[in-house]
């Protein structure tokens, strides 16, 4: 079983910053990719960032170099740094791994979702 547990959403002005964590826990051999997508209503949900086993990093285009991803591999946990934040990021993020379980199989997993609310 497979889990993932995220922290750090919440209300922030404009111009400010927040941390987003998300750790995976369970029967994991292997971290393929951590990532985070963001989601408003009656939108699709969309990539913001993303960061794959060997390092590398992608992020969606409208990042424009406000947030960082980072990840510590020991701990199975993913970390979304996020600057400047805008009245348009306001909308729930969702963490997402792939994985190699303990069974050698791929697996996909979704976290709960986290608020984060960008306003004056």
């Known amino acids: 079983q497979v889990q993932l547990v995220e922290s750090g959403g919440g209300f922030v002005q404009p111009g400010g910053s927040l941390r987003l964590s998300c750790g995976a826990t369970?029967?994991?051999?292997?971290?393929?990719?951590m990532g985070w997508y963001r989601q408003t209503p009656g939108q699709p949900r969309e990539v913001v960032a993303s960061?794959?086993?060997?390092?590398?990093?992608d992020y969606g285009d409208f990042v424009k170099g406000r947030f960082i991803i980072s990840r510590d591999g020991a701990k199975n946990t993913v970390y979304l740094q996020m600057n400047n934040l805008k009245p348009e990021d306001t909308a729930v993020y969702y963490c997402f791994t792939a994985l190699t379980t303990t069974d050698f199989e791929y697996a996909e997993r979704w976290g709960q979702g986290t608020l984060v609310t960008v306003s004056s």
């Open positions: 369970g029967s994991i051999i292997r971290i393929d990719s």
């Open positions: 960061i794959r086993h060997g390092g590398t990093t």
